[in-house]
């Protein structure tokens, strides 16, 4: 793994990430930011995205995006059927919903003017 920092000397960053693969990357470390208790504990993503996605679409009656977002970016992990992951990774780019003690762990997107 030391190799992979020698890649940032090259102008390259995330490396680590695109080698320990898209689980590692999501985990959110604990940080003073967090609202307690949870600052103190390592947060993982849902084990299975595309199962947990349409689960919970089916539970809610609406279409279900599973997404890592940070202030660098967002990526869709799982969608059940009918969501445009593209739309929502896009949606969702900057993190609008927040950090720190304004995050939100859920948000609703939907279509205005329609």
Same mark, same amino acid.
């Given at each position: 793994?030391?190799?992979? #920092?020698?890649?940032? !000397? =090259?102008?390259?960053?995330?490396? =680590?990430?695109?080698? !320990? $693969?898209? /689980?590692? !990357?999501?985990?959110? $470390?604990?940080?003073?930011?967090?609202?307690?208790? =949870?600052?103190?504990?390592?947060?993982?993503?849902? +084990?299975?995205? +595309?199962?947990?996605?349409?689960?919970?679409?089916? @539970?809610?009656?609406?279409?279900?995006?599973?997404? +890592?977002?940070?202030? @660098?970016?967002?990526?869709?992990?799982? !969608?059940?059927? #009918?969501?445009?992951?593209? =739309?929502?990774?896009?949606? @969702? %780019? $900057?993190?609008?919903? $927040?950090?720190? +003690? %304004?995050?939100?762990?859920?948000?609703?997107?939907?279509?205005?003017? /329609?």
């Amino acid at each position: 793994m030391h190799h992979v #920092g020698l890649t940032r !000397a =090259f102008g390259r960053n995330g490396d =680590f990430y695109r080698i !320990a $693969g898209r /689980k590692v !990357a999501a985990i959110d $470390g604990p940080n003073r930011y967090t609202v307690k208790p =949870f600052g103190y504990y390592v947060i993982l993503v849902p +084990d299975r995205p +595309d199962e947990v996605a349409p689960y919970l679409s089916r @539970l809610l009656g609406v279409g279900v995006a599973v997404v +890592d977002c940070n202030d @660098l970016g967002s990526e869709v992990l799982g !969608a059940s059927e #009918g969501v445009d992951a593209e =739309f929502v990774r896009r949606a @969702l %780019q $900057g993190n609008p919903m $927040g950090r720190r +003690d %304004q995050r939100t762990p859920m948000g609703v997107i939907r279509a205005v003017g /329609k």
